[in-house]
């Protein structure tokens, strides 16, 4: 069994749509992330969640709106793509907020045209 | 504040070669140290972590000891083989924090 998904694992699409992007987790974890990886592997935290509350909401477009409907899954939602968004988006999850080692989703490759 | 600085790559080696990527860390408090592994077209993976000052963590022949007089956590292996090709990150998180800095990533490419 997987422990994070992410789905998809591809998404092409052209500027100015508006995509989703899934995660789920199974660990039974209380925690959920959002990272942004750049095409030089640069790793960025976006947003953090605890028990379905946003606890970290770093400086990003409010074009990205996370939500989390259970503790087990965190969506992402990008509005009006732009070229600057692609990259690869990881989702993780760890066992609280404190210092716990995090869990890794496979990544979801996002190209905007 | 809180940050994470690596050694630059790519670093390339010979297969059997010895490894050390540095990474120094900056942080308010006591914070725990990470090394993560991404392979290629994967997620991130823990490799080893360590929680305190002068822990040495350790995994799949991959070692890293928590120095806090040096502020440091170089990662090192004996002899590499080319299934450790990979991007590794140095990572932590601060003890009151609830929030990871990763380094920028090494790439490691070892050669047959």
């Known amino acids: 069994d997987t422990a994070v998904s992410q789905t998809p694992k591809y998404l092409v699409t052209q500027m100015g749509n508006d995509k989703s992007i899934k995660c789920e987790q199974n660990l039974g974890h209380d925690t959920m992330y959002w990272y942004k990886q750049d095409s030089k592997k640069f790793l960025k935290i976006m947003f953090s969640y605890n028990n379905k509350e946003l606890i970290i909401n770093e400086t990003v477009p409010n074009r990205f709106s996370p939500k989390s409907p259970d503790k087990a899954h965190l969506n992402l939602h990008i509005n009006s793509l732009e070229l600057g968004d692609s990259a690869v988006y990881f989702c993780?999850?760890?066992?609280?907020?404190?210092?716990?080692?995090?869990?890794f989703g496979p990544g979801t490759r996002l190209t905007v045209t | 504040g809180n940050s994470v600085t690596q050694m630059e790559g790519p670093v390339t080696l010979s297969e059997e070669a010895f490894l050390t990527i540095n990474c120094t860390y900056t942080a308010t408090g006591y914070p725990s140290l990470f090394w993560y592994v991404q392979y290629p077209g994967e997620g991130l993976q823990l490799l080893l972590k360590a929680t305190k000052a002068d822990d040495k963590g350790s995994n799949k022949g991959f070692e890293a000891t928590y120095r806090k007089e040096t502020t440091s956590f170089h990662l090192e292996k004996g002899s590499v083989q080319v299934s450790d090709s990979a991007v590794y990150f140095c990572?932590?998180?601060?003890?009151?924090?609830?929030?990871?800095?990763f380094g920028t990533g090494t790439s490691l490419t070892v050669i047959p």
């Open positions: 993780a999850s760890s066992q609280g907020p404190g210092q716990n080692e995090q869990y």
């Open positions: 990572a932590l998180i601060s003890h009151a924090g609830n929030q990871f800095y």
